[in-house]
């Protein structure tokens, strides 16, 4: 069953914004930590940033500062707002709960480019 469903991505310039979005079935949302992962062509999925169950972020290097990652507990949702977007960030973007082991959903593409 689907158990992650992400949202949001788009084509935008370089130096432009978007926010994604995520939504999870209760049963993987509440207590757990989320993070949000991407995948760019021909290379390995990689962490992007992660929230505790109390909204503690943590942010991979190279997203720090421009990324921000946020929680709706009440409504089973993270998001993830993007600013000061480069090409490298143009990626096939997932979100999941930290350490349970389920299927990846199918994401949300961001593509960077003028």
């Known amino acids: 069953q689907v158990q992650v469903v992400e949202s949001g991505g788009g084509l935008v310039q370089p130096g432009g914004s978007l926010r994604l979005s995520c939504v999870a079935s209760g049963s993987i949302f509440s207590g757990n930590d989320m993070g949000w992962y991407r995948q760019a062509p021909g290379k390995e999925r990689e962490f992007v940033a992660r929230i505790s169950n109390y909204g503690r972020p943590t942010y991979a290097d190279a997203v720090k500062g421009r990324f921000t990652i946020s929680r709706d507990n009440a409504n089973n949702m993270i998001y993830l707002q993007m600013n000061g977007l480069k090409a490298e960030d143009t990626a096939l973007y997932y979100c999941?709960?930290?350490?349970?082991?389920?299927?990846w959903g199918r994401g949300t593409q961001v593509t960077v480019s003028s």
């Open positions: 999941r709960p930290i350490g349970l082991s389920i299927s």
